[in-house]
């Protein structure tokens, strides 16, 4: 019987030992995923590119889905590439513009994938001098890396406009209303996409659209109206070019 009651308690304790042990495991894991989380937070606190992000003005415009990672690119010039970009069919997200010591490119990654943009541009420009912006950056990375902390380096200026691809438009053009002022009917294109309705018609830059169809496009809404009457028909399109008339039969996309 003795010999019973010893066994018992041995297996008790022994039940007690390896549940602790596994209370043990899950605190220690719980551990684990709350610094893995933490860490994710502080470089995402780190990262200039998000920090310093403005976002565009949102709109109605669908965007092509893609599970591809987003492709970053060097840019040129800011104001070409933007005529560029709208051109071939995308839409500007927002962008990141600071000052610092160096910063890798894949820095930008986190930020293009938060936004799940297609295209990524990056400038980058050298500057004289340190900013406080810069010199807070060398105090981060000496008490990461545990260097001391470095007062010289070069300061760049940095910016990177984030793009998202849209589904082929039904006309493809960015127009705007004329000036105050200014007498001239219509609407003054400002980017005709290519392979859009619009470029199959002749349309070109500083070119006015006069009408759609039987509507006079007097304003963005009367284009829009048109747009939607029209969809997936050949459509007359009336424009001017220099003051000259011109007229073009062209096929909306659905």
Same mark, same amino acid.
């Given at each position: 019987?003795?010999?019973?009651?010893?066994?018992?308690?041995?297996?008790?304790?022994?039940?007690?030992?390896?549940?602790?042990?596994?209370?043990?495991?899950?605190?220690?894991?719980?551990? =684990?995923?709350?610094? /893995?989380?933490?860490?994710?937070?502080?470089?995402?606190?780190?990262?200039?590119?998000?920090?310093?992000?403005?976002?565009? /003005?949102?709109?109605?415009? $669908?965007?092509?889905?893609?599970?591809?990672?987003? $492709?970053?690119?060097?840019?040129?010039?800011?104001?070409?590439? !933007?005529?560029?970009?709208?051109?071939?069919?995308?839409?500007?997200?927002?962008?990141?513009?600071?000052?610092?010591?160096?910063?890798?490119?894949?820095?930008?990654?986190?930020?293009?994938?938060?936004? $799940?943009?297609?295209?990524?541009?990056?400038?980058?420009? /050298?500057?004289?001098?340190?900013?406080?912006?810069?010199?807070?950056?060398?105090?981060?990375?000496?008490?990461?890396?545990?260097?001391?902390?470095?007062?010289?380096?070069?300061? !760049?200026?940095?910016?990177?406009?984030?793009?998202?691809?849209?589904?082929? @438009?039904?006309?493809?053009?960015?127009?705007?209303?004329?000036?105050?002022?200014? *007498?001239? @009917?219509?609407?003054?294109?400002?980017?005709?996409?290519?392979?859009?309705?619009?470029?199959?018609?002749? +349309?070109? /830059?500083?070119?006015?659209? +006069? =009408?759609?169809?039987?509507?006079?496009?007097?304003?963005?809404?009367?284009?829009?109206?048109?747009? $939607?009457?029209?969809?997936? *028909?050949?459509?007359?399109?009336?424009?001017?070019?220099? =003051?000259?008339?011109?007229?073009?039969?062209?096929?909306?996309?659905?």
């Amino acid at each position: 019987m003795h010999f019973v009651i010893v066994m018992l308690i041995a297996f008790v304790m022994s039940a007690f030992t390896q549940l602790a042990s596994a209370d043990d495991t899950r605190a220690e894991g719980n551990v =684990r995923s709350q610094a /893995k989380k933490l860490e994710t937070v502080l470089l995402e606190d780190q990262n200039l590119f998000s920090n310093a992000f403005t976002p565009s /003005k949102p709109s109605n415009a $669908k965007k092509i889905q893609t599970t591809e990672p987003p $492709k970053v690119l060097a840019g040129k010039d800011q104001i070409a590439d !933007y005529q560029r970009m709208q051109e071939l069919g995308y839409e500007l997200l927002g962008y990141s513009s600071f000052k610092a010591g160096h910063v890798p490119p894949e820095d930008v990654l986190p930020q293009a994938q938060k936004l $799940k943009a297609h295209t990524v541009l990056v400038y980058t420009e /050298k500057m004289g001098g340190t900013p406080a912006s810069v010199k807070i950056q060398n105090i981060k990375d000496a008490k990461k890396t545990g260097q001391a902390i470095s007062e010289q380096g070069q300061t !760049y200026s940095y910016f990177a406009s984030f793009w998202a691809k849209l589904t082929p @438009p039904k006309f493809g053009a960015h127009l705007k209303v004329p000036e105050e002022g200014d *007498k001239d @009917p219509g609407l003054i294109v400002m980017v005709v996409m290519e392979g859009s309705p619009a470029e199959q018609a002749g +349309l070109q /830059k500083d070119d006015v659209l +006069l =009408r759609v169809g039987d509507i006079e496009t007097n304003s963005i809404d009367a284009l829009s109206t048109a747009v $939607k009457q029209y969809a997936g *028909k050949l459509v007359k399109i009336v424009y001017t070019r220099n =003051r000259q008339w011109t007229e073009a039969d062209v096929s909306l996309n659905q």
